[in-house]
């Protein structure tokens, strides 16, 4: 870093959801430009404008240290990193224990509809299992090809792709 950066005023800023959830802590030289990258964001949205506080520093090492610190100890939702107990900056451990970034947390109403995209597509690989069964039993009953696609949807050369080729005049 060079020494221009260093001792430039540097904003520590908290932002937080408008029940008092802390969401993130950040730094930056100017904080309406980090905020506002952060409200584009998945949970952007859930940041109260009225609620952010913003704290200046005289230099930016002065702002790093209070925001590790800050991490480790108030431990908003979408923070990657924290203190180490030497009070270095490391990654959160991720909730299967392994260390690095996180996997993402969303709201309860995302988290719900991830589930049931989760589902939908675990029900999506079923159907198109069964469907691909049948159209390889349709072959061993001789139906032709050019009909199965039209009744499946699928290309002949999909069809080919998934269950070998057919010979011709079928």
Known sequence: MNT????????LYRLFMADGTLLYIGIGYDPA???????RKSWGGDIDPNRTLIEWF?????????????IRDEK?????????????ATFLPKPDGRWGRPVWRGSQVQMKALAEARRLSEKRAGIEAAMWATLARGRQLDIPDTT??????ESRSTLNRRLGPRGAGT
Do not use: K
């Open 4 to 11: 221009a950066t260093a001792c430039r005023r540097t904003a």
């Open 33 to 39: 430009v980090r905020i506002a990258a952060h409200r």
């Open 58 to 70: 005289d230099d930016r090492g002065s702002a790093e240290t209070a925001e590790i610190a800050a």
């Open 76 to 88: 908003p939702r979408h923070n990657v990193v924290t203190a180490d107990e030497n009070g270095c």
């Open 148 to 153: 199965l696609c039209d009744e499946s949807g």
